[in-house]
């Protein structure tokens, strides 16, 4: 696939011609002209040559000096409309060795989405990957590289504290797991991981239910994830508020906050069933017959609901999540409080280590909560019960999540922000819209700053007007910011790209439908093709080739 880009302004000055072979045999090059006030972008192939023509997004940089800088608008009034898009990069965007993959690839890839109008690129800082060497030994090469990079091409950074593992869940590519020395205490010790009625152990990430317990080699979790936020704050403090606008902390599987209740490995799971409490490891189960004890009721406190089902049942099929189940009875409520608030607990512990480190350094704090919207339209909601939120047909679950990060000053970020519910199959019982209205009003109400990704990665107009309808304030809180999911090779497919640069320009017109202008016969060319780096030092006009 061949990716010609034209651009208002020269906005760098290439010298030399270099090729690059990525392992899909795709090629690529990018060539610099001189060019008139217009942007053009054609994408070839072997099989076809397409071109489309839109307004240059944002004006060229002429100085490091010049450029301004954008970072995430803060508001919660209805007066907003610029709504900045970054671009998930791939998941293994570092090496196993923790260096940066195909980094002149990388820069070309970010060159063509600042050109696109992009505000920046969000990337997964692996725990498995920094730590992997012993407890302590960070290792932040890779991700230097890709920070340097970054502020090159005038991009801002989204940086994800990733306490999870990769791996296993929708969307993962590759698999990067826990650090080794965590894995070989969890191999000691399985109660430090997540675990199912039947026994199950979940590897994604530690349970909160040792949160404050020495288990790992004398530090707790939260100490563990602590010390790794304040290296990294150590490692980039020169970076952090001007390229590295937001730091997302990780809270659980995934990223999220939430219990891993729906894990698609093995096929243990399968949408669009209810899923299972995750609350059977020895120290949640200890938690439990604590609350049991302290509320009068021992025999509450052996274990979860006896009723609840298996991880691909429906609501129906079981007695807890039915129309008139045992979730609406004392028991139910008792347990359900227990399970949640530990959820909210665990969220307040490591936010509150994060408010610690980042507050001054000009850097945004967000934490991402999931998008579950199978059995949005039940009175249980099923599904999101044994995920940790609990929100029913009597009770707002996410209004308490939002206060919990309003107190630490915490974006939320939600997904599932392009799904309808016309999209959804009738046996999920679902309700995305609906469940995007409920957090969008949770976060105007608790008065928390409201960013947002799309939950699967779609490339079609449909998607990216759904978003632009969620991302106005005329239904609770509006976006103040909004992630695309994700980098990759589709991504520059000639329809693809023409709707992202679209779907960019309307997110920072504030929903507007921009129609793309006609194209201007003036040019910066971009080729996207294959070959290992090569240096010409040819007098003939300048090309830079790159993934």
């Known amino acids: 696939m061949t990716l010609t880009l034209q651009s208002s302004t020269s906005f760098i000055n290439i010298k030399e011609t270099i090729s690059v072979k990525t392992p899909n045999e795709f090629l690529g090059m990018v060539s610099f002209v ?37 970072g995430l608008t803060t ?134 239910g040792c949160d404050q317990l020495p288990v790992l080699r004398g530090r707790t979790p939260i100490q ?124 307040d512990r490591i936010l509150a280590a994060g408010e610690s480190i980042y507050q001054g350094t000009g850097a945004k704090l967000s934490g991402k909560v999931a998008g579950i919207h199978w059995h949005y339209n039940t009175r249980s909601h099923a599904a999101e019960l044994t995920a940790g939120y609990y929100n029913t047909r009597h009770r707002d679950g996410y209004l308490p999540i939002a206060r919990m990060l309003a107190k630490h000053h915490v974006v939320l970020n939600f997904t599932c922000m392009e799904m309808r519910d016309c999209e959804q199959p009738q046996s999920a019982n679902g309700s995305p819209e609906g469940l995007v209205r409920q957090v969008k009003n949770a976060t105007r109400i608790a008065e928390v700053e409201l960013a947002g990704e799309n939950a699967l990665e779609r490339y079609d107009e449909e998607a990216y007007s759904q978003v632009l309808a969620t991302s106005r304030s005329d239904s609770g809180n509006a976006l103040s910011a909004f992630t695309f999911l994700r980098m990759n090779k589709r991504l520059f497919e000639p329809q693809n790209w023409r709707n992202l640069v679209q779907f960019v320009k309307n997110m920072l017109e504030g929903g507007r439908n921009v129609e793309l202008p006609e194209r201007d016969s003036s040019t910066i060319d971009l080729y996207i093709h294959v070959g290992f780096i090569k240096k010409s030092h040819s007098k003939e006009p300048k090309e830079v080739t790159l993934v």
Not at 48 to 67: A, N, P, Y
Not at 257 to 277: N, V
């Open 34 to 70: 001189q060019t008139k006030p217009s942007c053009r972008l054609v994408v070839k192939s072997s099989m076809q040559e397409d071109q489309l023509s839109h307004e240059s997004i944002m004006e060229g940089r002429k100085s490091e000096k010049r450029e301004k800088l954008h």
């Open 75 to 208: 508001t919660h009034s209805n007066s907003s409309t610029r709504v900045p898009v970054f671009v998930m990069l791939p998941l293994d965007t570092m090496t196993k060795g923790g260096k940066l993959n195909k980094p002149r690839a990388m820069s070309v890839s970010l060159m063509a989405l600042k050109s696109g109008g992009a505000e920046g690129v969000m990337v997964d800082a692996w725990w498995g990957l920094v730590e992997k060497d012993g407890p302590l030994k960070y290792n932040w090469e890779g991700y230097a590289q890709l920070v340097k990079m970054c502020q090159e091409h005038g991009l801002k950074l989204q940086v994800v504290m990733s306490f999870h593992q990769c791996g296993g869940n929708v969307g993962d590519s590759c698999s990067i797991p826990l650090p080794p020395w965590v894995l070989e205490e969890i191999s000691q010790n399985p109660d430090l991981v997540y675990t199912d009625r039947s026994g199950r152990r979940n590897p994604e990430y530690i349970t909160l």
């Open 224 to 347: 563990v994830y602590t010390d790794y936020m304040r290296s990294f704050k150590e490692r980039f403090s020169d970076y952090l508020g001007n390229v590295i606008v937001e730091i997302q902390v990780g809270l659980g599987p995934c990223g999220e906050l939430r219990y891993p209740s729906y894990p698609e490995s093995s096929g243990t799971w399968r949408f669009p069933r209810i899923g299972e409490f995750q609350c059977y490891d020895m120290y949640m189960i200890a938690s439990l017959a604590a609350a049991a004890k302290a509320a009068g009721k021992d025999g509450w406190g052996q274990g979860g609901p006896h009723d609840s089902g298996q991880y691909n049942q429906f609501p129906e099929d079981t007695g807890f999540f039915q129309r008139d189940g045992t979730w609406n009875s004392e028991y139910g409520q008792f347990f359900l409080e227990w399970y949640s608030g530990k959820l909210l607990e665990h969220g």
